[in-house]
């Protein structure tokens, strides 16, 4: 029996790289506003919503924001970004994971998918990845983004499993939060997998996952 009987995917930066999509759209609201911003302001927007990101973003802002302009450029922001979605397709998925995945299944995990995005079922449609997962959440059914764990323990319940028996596979700070604020162990994927040691497992390539399930 393995020590996991589900893994939950977050999706952006760990199923496929539609950071750089996020990146491109908020910088052109950033232009628009003349506000700095730069990849590393970008960083803290990893995992976070889209109008906490936004809240983020006008640190540097020197005006004023009413809530309803505030909706109004993140409304914009989407636009922008759901442009850039709509040329996605099963190529943009990151090398290993239908594999992977497709391994996982075989063994009799089950797979879930913890989002903070409201877009993340757009984006399993482009990508055709729609029936890989046995339960999904979303921006659309949580009221508190990651750090906070409602996402994963909501994932959890879908898919009818403990937290203990969960494993979550992250590229985000906030997310490795969410999955241990969820009491679930977590594996961190691509560039935090080398700057921070905070996750139980630091995974380089997908396929590093299967080690986890096979040692
Ligand atoms: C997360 C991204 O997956 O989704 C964040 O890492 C983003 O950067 C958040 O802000 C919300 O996304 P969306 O698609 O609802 O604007
Ligand atoms: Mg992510």
Redesign the pocket.
């Known amino acids: 029996m393995y020590k996991y009987e589900a893994v939950i995917f ?4 760990v199923i496929c790289k539609t ?1 750089k999509y ?1 990146y491109l759209a908020w910088k052109h609201i950033a232009d628009e506003l003349n506000i700095e911003f730069n990849q590393e302001i970008n960083k803290r ?6 109008m906490e ?1 936004f809240d983020i973003i006008l640190e540097k802002y020197q005006g004023q924001m009413t809530d309803k302009e505030k909706i109004k450029w993140t409304d914009q ?2 636009e922008y ?1 759901r442009s850039m979605l709509s040329q996605m397709s099963p190529d943009d998925i990151l090398p290993g994971v239908k594999e992977v995945m497709e391994s996982l299944r075989c063994d009799g995990i089950k797979l879930g998918l913890g ?6 079922k757009y984006i399993l449609h482009q990508i055709q990845l729609d029936d890989y997962f046995d339960g999904v959440c979303d ?1 659309n059914d949580i009221t508190h ?1 990651k750090p906070n764990p409602e996402v994963f323990v909501k994932t959890a319940q879908l898919l009818q499993c403990e937290a203990s028996r969960c494993l979550v596979v992250e590229d ?1 700070i906030a997310g490795i939060e969410a999955a241990h604020a969820g009491c679930m162990d977590c594996a961190a994927f691509g560039s935090i997998a080398i700057s921070s040691l905070k996750a139980e497992y630091n995974i380089h390539a997908f396929s590093d996952l299967l080690a986890v399930f096979r040692k």
């Open positions: 977050d999706l952006d930066g950071d996020h927007l990893l995992g976070v919503s889209r990101s922001k989407n970004y989002s903070s995005s409201k877009n993340a921006g983004s985000a």
